[in-house]
């Protein structure tokens, strides 16, 4: 998307709580908050000053549950 003019913020946003609103899951899912589902990625680097940061992912959680860690 970012290929297309939108910043990396708003590309962020459109794939998390933009992406929560569109399946009325506001709230549970696409954000960090007590009660929320426990979905974070981590990544080795700043994915606001370069978007493909987003591919060099060094942690996965999935409900609350540890998946990959790379930084150990």
């Not at 929560?20 to 929320?36: H, K, R, S, T």
């Amino acid at each position: 998307m970012t290929e297309f003019g939108m910043s990396p913020m708003d590309t962020i946003r459109s794939a998390s709580s933009r992406a929560a609103e569109m399946l009325d899951m506001e709230g549970q899912i696409g954000v960090i908050a007590p009660g929320a589902y426990a979905d974070i990625i981590a990544v080795n680097g700043d994915p606001l000053r370069d978007i493909k940061m987003l591919g060099d992912v060094t942690f996965v959680m999935k409900d609350g549950k540890v998946f990959r860690n790379e930084g150990k």
